[in-house]
């Protein structure tokens, strides 16, 4: 069993709370490990910025965690970005991308993000970079959709953060 902190990774958008997950002792967030594995990598920089455009400009800012952006379901997590997806009249196409970001999306304003990589082969428990974070993903997304239906995490009145059952914006569980 392993404690995490449940995060605020970004808050500013206009329309979704964005969350990630961080491990007792460690100092990066998972998404932030994801980000800083690419940041400076000439082969995925154009690919990262796809995914932070798309999670904070076309989420974040413009269409809310909508359903189509969630529809790569790898077990309990999604992977992002999604293959296809239209929302309103714009269509997003991310086939044959390289990179994936697992998520796990509560509501139009609210959404998990974990830690990801390159899928390299046909199947993300085939790609060694992504094989552990898709099992860790999966594994958080069981843990923390059982403390959401038991009570143990809330949703607050304005529906963009989790509290726990004293109100605290502080939340630690154990998977």
């Excluded at 990774?9 to 990630?20: A, E, I, P």
């Excluded at 970079?129 to 059982?146: G, R, V």
Aim: proline share 5%; glycine share 6%.
């Amino acid at each position: 069993m392993a404690l995490i902190s449940l995060e605020v990774w970004d808050d500013s958008s206009r329309k979704v709370t964005f969350y990630t997950i961080k491990r007792d002792g460690e100092t990066e967030t998972e998404t932030d490990k994801f980000l800083l594995q690419f940041h400076n990598d000439p082969k995925f920089g154009t690919n990262l910025q796809a995914i932070i455009s798309l999670l904070l400009t076309e989420m974040g800012d413009r269409h809310g965690a909508q359903t189509p952006f969630f529809s790569r379901k790898e077990n309990a997590a999604s992977a992002l970005p999604p293959p296809y997806a239209r929302v309103s009249h714009i269509q997003f196409k991310y086939k044959k991308f390289p990179l994936r970001l697992y998520s796990l999306r509560i509501s139009n304003s609210l959404v998990i993000l974990f830690g990801g990589g390159i899928k390299s082969a046909a199947t993300a428990q085939g790609s060694p970079d992504l094989a552990q974070k898709f099992l860790e993903a999966n594994h958080c997304s069981k843990a923390l959709k059982k403390d959401l239906k038991k009570g143990v995490i809330l949703i607050s009145p304005s529906g963009r953060e989790f509290i726990d059952q004293l109100g605290n914006r502080t939340i630690s569980i154990t998977i």
